[in-house]
């Protein structure tokens, strides 16, 4: 049974940072594309960001570049998404997600999902 727990949310102010987490189990984690999706209430899933299987490559959305950096540790089979600078739009739901090899920014091509993270940026 596949797994994804996200871990790290939580408020902070506006230019601080946090590091959010996501672990993995049950699936090959060397095999797996990885993204970062955020949902705000009443807005759409947004994709955020991913590395693909070999983290040989790694996308960002516009909203973000510059400000998030995502990484994966194969050791562990855990995703890291590392947020500096924080703004009040970056308050949302954020969710770890799996597809086969490459990121898309569709989030309805990722197979696995976690329960997701709250994160608040006041301010």
């Known amino acids: 049974q596949v797994q994804l727990v996200e871990s790290g949310g939580g408020l902070v102010q506006v230019g601080e940072s946090l590091r959010l987490s996501c672990a993995s189990s049950?699936?090959?984690?060397?095999?797996?594309?990885m993204g970062w999706f955020r949902q705000a209430p009443g807005k759409e899933r947004e994709f955020v960001g991913g590395v693909n299987w070999s983290a040989a490559s790694t996308v960002y959305a516009d909203s973000v570049k510059g400000r998030f950096t995502i990484s994966r540790d194969i050791t562990k089979n855990t995703l890291n998404l590392q947020m500096n600078s924080l703004k009040p739009e970056d308050t949302a739901v954020y969710y770890c997600?799996?597809?086969?090899?490459?990121?898309?920014?569709?989030?309805?091509?990722?197979?696995?999902w976690g329960q997701g993270t709250q994160v608040t940026v006041a301010g």
């Open positions: 997600a799996a597809r086969p090899w490459e990121v898309v920014p569709n989030y309805d091509e990722y197979d696995y």
């Open positions: 049950g699936l090959t984690f060397r095999n797996y594309a």
